[in-house]
């Protein structure tokens, strides 16, 4: 069985060739072996970001953040890196929910424009 260092290591080359969901794997191995570390869940919660699962990643940098102890400030990079992550997610939700509704509205206008072109012949039908 591999440790927790060299699952986060394998979690982060799967990570850097753009396969997410093999990194999820391997970083959730490592919260297996150490749930109270919070590096894995911020790693986790990046690969989701990168697979558009938003909600999911800032369900786990919660988790995350529960892992840290304030009064250690080795934990004070990991903190603002969660943080991030999770406006990050935040940020990318509202971007996606504003292209569903542009692209929504868009269609609605195209045919409302297809519709004021029609030939008088066929307005009445």
Do not use: W
């Not at 069985?1 to 394998?10: A, P, R, V, W």
């Amino acid at each position: 069985m591999l440790t927790y260092e060299e699952k986060k290591n394998e979690g982060n080359t799967y990570f850097l060739k753009n396969e997410y969901q093999n990194a999820i794997t391997s970083y959730n191995d490592c919260i297996l072996l150490n749930p109270e570390e919070p590096v894995a869940y911020s790693n986790k919660a990046m690969s989701l970001i990168k697979l558009g699962e938003y909600e999911q990643a800032i369900r786990v940098c919660n988790v995350a953040l529960t892992k840290i102890d304030p009064n250690n400030e080795k934990y004070g990079g990991i903190q603002k890196k969660i943080e991030y992550r999770i406006n990050l997610a935040r940020n990318l939700i509202t971007k996606r929910n504003n292209q569903t509704t542009h692209n929504n509205g868009a269609s609605r206008d195209i045919v409302i424009q297809e519709v004021d072109n029609l030939p008088q012949e066929f307005a009445v039908l």
